[in-house]
Structure formats: structure tokens, C-alpha cells
């Protein structure tokens, strides 16, 4: 549900893109799943597609 979604994803708001992504891979919740998938899309569109470094990126 969005609402279960909404508490995975504001655990890893502001982090490092890097950061969340491990703080997801360890996290036991099935949101955590999705919201992980979604992250690492974005940062494969941003780098590929705009040429951003995907170090400096925050979710």
C-alpha cells in the first residue's frame, strides 16, 4: 500500500543515493523492495540519460 511504501521511503530520504541503497538491501519490509528497484532505475536514468554523477546524487 502507498502508506507502507511512504514509511520505507522517508527511512532513506535525504540519504546518499549509495547510502539508501544499502540501507534498503538491509531492510526486511517488502516495500523496501520496490523502493530500492525505484531508487536504482533513477540513478541509472540520471547518470545515462543527464550525465550526472551518480555519487553526488540524493534521494
Known sequence: SP???N???ALVRGMLVKD???QLELTIK???KIVYQ???S???NASH???LDPERLLV
Open 20 to 22: 539508501a541503497l544499502m
Open 42 to 44: 533513477a540513478r541509472a
Open 30 to 32: 517488502r516495500a523496501a
Open 38 to 40: 525505484v531508487i536504482h
Open 7 to 9: 514509511l520505507v521511503a
Open 49 to 51: 540519460n543527464h550525465g
Open 3 to 5: 502508506k507502507k511504501v
